[in-house]
């Protein structure tokens, strides 16, 4: 089954890394308490979208595979850029040759619709009532999935569930780092599928489907 992904706030699948992600909270994770921290805005529907306060000018997202205590454990990172106008509006420095985006009345995207390798791929995006977004349905030529977001009481991402008819896949986000601005700038991605969904043919469990762990670094410049 061939998968195109259309990431609006992506944690990419990655290869597993022994222990579980408990570990990983209890040894590495800077918690910061609600009271005490200071937050900017969003100024933008496409802040949002991508989960950035303040004014920003350009954003870095890195990520790769991680170890429990949030040590990259491969060279090769994965890497997206954006840059944001004057008007707050993103543009990915990677742009596709074939890519059609749609907004509503309020500047926020609904709809994406790409041509990649031939391969027709279209994700639709609804939001809660604080403007996040809630859920994007995936549709390819032989794969269609839905992805729910959760958020916590600082529409901060604390997990997401996506499922097709076939499989299902939950990721957890814990934030490691931020910056001054309130942005995380460091978080664990915990990805899981479920093995009552992911059987191969003969009934067995694939053995890929682990519990993996995943590192996301930002690097936000601000205007």
Same mark, same amino acid.
């Given at each position: 089954? +061939? ?14 890394? $022994? ?12 918690? &910061? =308490? &609600? ?18 306060? $303040? ?21 090769? /990172? ?8 004057? %008007? $707050? ?21 609904? +709809? ?5 390798? $031939?391969?027709? =791929? ?17 549709? =390819?030529?032989? /794969?269609?999935? &839905?992805?729910?977001? %959760?958020? *916590? ?27 001054? %601005?309130? *942005? /995380? ?12 969904? *992911? ?25």
């Amino acid at each position: 089954m +061939k998968r195109i992904a259309i990431a609006c706030m992506a944690a990419s699948l990655l290869t597993a890394c $022994g222990q579980s992600a408990d570990n990983a909270t209890e040894q590495n994770v800077k918690q &910061t =308490t &609600t009271d005490s921290l200071q937050m900017d805005k969003f100024e933008s529907a496409d802040g949002r979208f991508l989960d950035v306060r $303040g004014k920003v000018a350009k954003l870095v997202v890195k990520s790769t595979d991680c170890d429990t205590l949030g040590n990259p454990t491969v060279e090769d /990172w994965s890497v997206k850029i954006y840059t944001f106008d004057k %008007h $707050g509006i993103a543009s990915r420095m990677e742009k596709y040759s074939d890519e059609k985006i749609t907004r509503d009345l309020k500047g926020r995207i609904t +709809k994406v619709e790409r041509l990649i390798d $031939g391969y027709k =791929t279209r994700v639709e995006y609804t939001y809660n009532k604080q403007n996040m977004v809630k859920s994007a349905t995936t549709q =390819t030529e032989d /794969w269609n999935g &839905t992805k729910i977001y %959760h958020y *916590n009481e600082l529409q901060e991402l604390v997990s997401s569930v996506e499922e097709s008819e076939d499989s299902k896949e939950v990721e957890t986000f814990t934030i490691l780092d931020r910056d001054d %601005h309130g *942005n /995380w700038t460091k978080r664990l991605v915990v990805t899981s599928n479920d093995s009552d969904l *992911n059987e191969d043919a003969e009934g067995e469990d694939n053995e890929d489907d682990e519990e993996t762990l995943g590192l996301e670094v930002r690097e936000i410049t601000y205007k």
